[in-house]
C-alpha cells in the first residue's frame, strides 16, 4: 500500500519545510546540483547559523528529508516545467 500522507504536497514536514525555508529562497544557487550536494550545502548552512543542541537538532532534522524530490523540485525548475519527464 502506497503511503498518501503528504505535507503542503511534498513528502513530509521536514521535506516542506527545508523547501520553503532553506531551498525556495536561492532556487537558483542549486542549479546543477545533485541530491548529496543540496543536502551538504543545507548541513553547512546550519554549522555556519547554530550552535549546541539548536545545531544538533537542525542537522538530525535533515535525516527526514526526501532528498530526492527537492532534487526533483529544483531540476523542474531549470527546466521550466512542471512534473515533466525530460530530465533537463
Not at 504536497?9 to 519545510?17: E, L, Q
Amino acid at each position: 500500500m502506497k503511503d498518501t500522507k503528504t505535507y503542503n504536497g511534498h513528502t513530509n514536514y521536514a521535506t516542506w519545510k527545508i523547501q520553503l525555508e532553506m531551498i525556495g529562497p536561492a532556487l537558483r544557487d542549486f542549479s546543477g546540483m545533485d541530491r548529496d550536494g543540496i543536502k551538504d550545502f543545507c548541513e553547512e548552512m546550519i554549522y555556519e547559523s547554530s550552535i549546541g543542541i539548536a545545531q544538533d537538532l537542525a542537522i538530525a532534522f535533515l535525516d527526514d528529508v526526501d532528498w530526492d524530490a527537492i532534487e526533483e523540485t529544483i531540476r523542474e525548475y531549470e527546466c521550466g516545467c512542471n512534473g515533466c519527464d525530460c530530465n533537463k
